[in-house]
């Protein structure tokens, strides 16, 4: 299968980078200035007691080579509308597309664009950063992908993409019902998102001291309710998989919502935390610790 990964970012640049190290036809459709860093210094990834170089093959707007059979698409939120225009000539009629982002509402322009029988459901979980240098620093051995069909079992289209995206570096599976797999990662990220901007620290600081692992808890229950009330309730091993995480004790987990708050950048707060909390307001779901976060987070924006 011909890939064309979007964004060579933490995300798609460490699972594009895995999948190029294991010689499948992987290219890279990225802006101007990051192709420039990439053909600079190769795609690098490092942290975890590694150093690898990959050269990529890239690709921009101005000629992204297609049409590709498999599309990862793996921009943030800020990056969805240019990613869409530069995307469009890239798929053909045989094109399956497969988002990476955490949230629900990049589905609705992804559907809107290329219609919802190419777009599969995805999740993807790694804690990886950018670097200033461009390279890709890995800060935890997690690293799982997981993609299926939006309701229903594993098609044959999801076994053939599976069989493809399965290399070392990562654990690759199908799910029997993507759109819960997303909605079950969203609560994982709105939590950690709430918890670690809110109490500005780590993890490990954070469950430390009085009250902060009840603190974990209480607004992992209202994500959970949340989903719970949009048709997917989270499953107790689930839970409890999160609870270990946030609460692991000397933990230096933080959530990339955080890191990119602490490092005034552009961050997802409307993307991940907005979203959240309008879909909670339709379900009539109570979420005012995640609202607070939400208020604090729009304030830091207006004020830098």
């Known amino acids: 299968m011909r890939i064309l990964v979007v964004g060579a970012g933490?995300?798609?640049g460490y699972f594009g980078a895995r999948l190029a190290q294991a010689g499948r036809d992987v290219t890279f459709l990225v802006r101007d200035g990051r192709a420039d860093t990439l053909r600079r210094r190769g795609l690098r990834i490092t942290g975890m007691g590694q150093s690898d170089i990959i050269r990529p093959s890239l690709v921009t707007a101005a000629d992204p080579a297609g049409p590709y059979d498999l599309v990862l698409f793996t921009v943030k939120a800020s990056g969805i509308t240019g990613a869409l225009a530069d995307l469009e000539p890239a798929v053909g009629e045989e094109t399956i597309v497969v988002p990476f982002l955490n949230g629900m509402a990049h589905m609705d322009a992804l559907d809107a664009a290329?219609?919802?029988?190419?777009?599969?459901?995805?999740?993807?979980?790694?804690?990886?950063?950018?670097t200033d240098d461009g390279d890709i620093l890995q800060m935890n051995p997690l690293?799982?992908?997981t993609i299926g069909e939006r309701k229903g079992p594993p098609t044959d289209r999801v076994q053939h993409?599976?069989?493809?995206?399965?290399?070392?570096g990562y654990d690759a599976s199908a799910?029997?019902?993507?759109l819960a797999s997303m909605w079950h990662k969203w609560v994982f990220i709105v939590t950690a998102g709430v918890v670690t901007c809110l109490l500005r620290g780590p993890v490990g600081a954070i469950v430390s001291v009085p009250g902060g692992v009840d603190f974990v808890h209480q607004v992992l229950a209202e994500a959970e309710a949340v989903s719970a009330a949009a048709g997917y309730?989270?499953?107790?091993?689930?839970?409890?998989?999160?609870?270990?995480?946030l609460t692991e004790t000397g933990s230096t987990f933080t959530s990339s919502l955080y890191r990119d708050v602490l490092a005034n950048l552009p961050n997802e707060a409307e993307h991940l935390l907005g979203?959240?909390?309008?879909?909670?307001?339709?379900?009539n779901v109570s979420t005012p610790l995640i609202e607070l976060a939400l208020m604090q987070l729009r304030v830091h924006a207006t004020i830098n």
Do not use: K, Y
């Open 10 to 12: 933490a995300t798609g």
């Open 114 to 130: 290329f219609g919802s029988d190419r777009v599969l459901g995805g999740i993807v979980r790694c804690v990886t950063t950018i």
């Open 143 to 145: 690293a799982t992908l």
């Open 161 to 168: 993409a599976l069989e493809t995206l399965t290399v070392p």
């Open 175 to 178: 799910t029997a019902d993507a």
């Open 233 to 245: 309730p989270v499953p107790d091993s689930e839970t409890q998989t999160s609870l270990a995480m």
């Open 275 to 283: 979203d959240f909390t309008r879909r909670a307001r339709i379900l």
